[in-house]
């Protein structure tokens, strides 16, 4: 993509309405725009960095078996009725009426109407255990939305529910949603800790939070010191074997949210305990048959009796993982996207357009990256150089290779990594190298 002929509009000063360091950013870098209170649109940057977050979730959501599917952002009342929560959701739920003046409502969730499709099609326990997810929007009139998009009123999630049916075969799909989780986030160069949850209005007794530990997190968390050691490899799951072994070891170290935090009874001493904030990226929860009793969704078991399914939902932030992705790593130039989300690969960033020497070396090395299959920005735009080089930083592409007048003069550019900060002076030839080099290599950060 040419940035001349590309839309990024970046700001200079840092909006006052944005209050933590992500929102900033977003709004600088001009990822997106306030459309009202909690409610943005998405420019083309942004856009970019969403659609690959939401990639990497639905590739790990249907590695761990779940299907996808799409339902409506706009429900009909009666399902809501049906399982006693349309009175019961209260204010945050946005409700709507057509010209029928019949009562309809932007869905926060989709409990209901994923109930309402399986008891639809689904009689017997041979067709289980199923799990349904979509990403979708949802709209909740949140009392306080701010810091941007992490608390919007409008926002993307990916949500799975699943059927299963009894308890221990629920437990079964919940186990392989909670690993699924644990690769997901660490594809998005995160450590997301499982914290025990109160289940809250969607309701049940098994739940857990994934959380990212960042000062300007919202909850207060406590958890074992030792957590920041543990990691899942890809390598060691397999969907088909009993996965309660990995749930154990990541549910044996402490880590709870305030909710259920007790000082008197914590079990962690002092010298181990970490208290800091987190951001709650993602919230799992099993609940028995709280919707299929109501909503009837029942199936034949083997004997030919009829039981109501088991079910669980599992959500994960995708729009406010945007944000969380850079409250976990920027620094004071800006954003420093994992490769795994950034919205491009790498940037040519041609310091002085018009200049033939450097015009001829920038094309060369744009085509070359983009032959290689590579998304490739060529920073073609004729701000001055300072200006573009702070962009650049600002927007956090991960390799950069810097084309002007003065090494062109020696035929050297500049190859720099955005997340370490370094930078050499090499041939065009070794810099185009360099960039394919470290992009092969897939470095999270
Ligand atoms: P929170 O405790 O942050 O209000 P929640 O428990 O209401 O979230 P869930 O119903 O579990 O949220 O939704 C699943 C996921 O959707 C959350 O883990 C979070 O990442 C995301 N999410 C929830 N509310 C918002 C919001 N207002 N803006 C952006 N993302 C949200
Ligand atoms: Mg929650």
């Not at 199923?130 to 409008?154: A, C, S, T």
């Not at 004997?303 to 669980?312: A, I, L, Y």
């Amino acid at each position: 993509m040419r940035l001349s002929q590309y839309f990024i509009p970046t700001l200079r000063e840092t909006p006052k309405e944005a209050q933590i360091v992500s929102h900033r950013l977003m709004l600088r870098a001009g990822m997106i725009q306030q459309s009202s209170a909690g409610i943005y649109s998405w420019l083309p940057l942004g856009l970019k960095v969403m659609r690959k977050i939401e990639q990497i979730v639905r590739e790990e959501q249907n590695r761990a078996g779940a299907i996808e599917v799409l339902m409506p952002t706009i429900q009909p009342a009666e399902l809501w009725q049906e399982s006693g929560r349309y009175d019961d959701y209260g204010l945050e739920m946005l409700r709507i009426k057509d010209r029928h003046d019949r009562d309809m409502l932007f869905g926060p969730t989709n409990e209901e109407q994923i109930t309402d499709i399986f008891r639809s099609h689904v009689k017997s326990y041979r067709a289980l255990p199923l799990n349904l997810y979509h990403i979708q929007w949802k709209f909740r009139d949140e009392v306080r939305p701010r810091f941007g998009i992490m608390r919007g009123r409008e926002f993307l999630m990916k949500d799975a529910y699943s059927f299963a049916i009894d308890a221990e075969a629920a437990r079964i799909e919940y186990n392989k949603m909670f690993v699924s989780y644990l690769l997901t986030f660490k594809r998005l160069g995160l450590t997301a800790i499982p914290m025990e949850a109160d289940t809250g209005p969607i309701g049940g007794d098994m739940s857990h939070e994934f959380v990212i530990l960042a000062d300007t997190g919202e909850s207060e968390v406590y958890c074992h010191k030792d957590w920041m050691n543990y990691s899942l490899d890809a390598g060691e799951v397999d969907y088909n074997a009993d996965l309660q072994p990995i749930v154990d070891r990541f549910t044996e170290l402490y880590a709870v949210t305030d909710e259920k935090y007790d000082a008197a009874d914590c079990p962690v001493p002092a010298e181990k305990l970490m208290t800091t904030r987190g951001i709650e990226v993602g919230h799992i929860f099993y609940f028995g048959s709280k919707y299929s009793t109501p909503l009837g969704a029942s199936v034949a078991d083997e004997t030919g009796k009829q039981c109501d399914v088991h079910m669980g939902s599992y959500g994960i932030g995708v729009s406010r993982l945007v944000g969380g992705i850079i409250e976990a790593s920027h620094d004071d130039k800006g954003i420093i996207w994992p490769q795994s989300v950034a919205p491009f690969d790498a940037v040519v960033i041609n310091l002085k357009p018009g200049n033939a020497d450097c015009d001829k070396v920038s094309e060369q090395l744009y085509q070359q990256l983009l032959a290689a299959g590579h998304d490739v920005l060529l920073d073609d735009s004729t701000d001055s150089p300072g200006a573009k080089l702070n962009a650049m930083d600002l927007i956090g592409i991960p390799y950069q290779i810097v084309i002007g007048p003065r090494g062109m003069k020696d035929g050297i550019v500049e190859f720099k990594i955005r997340k370490t900060g370094a930078s050499q002076d090499m041939s065009p030839d070794a810099a185009g190298q360099a960039v394919l080099e470290h992009l092969a290599g897939q470095d999270t950060i």
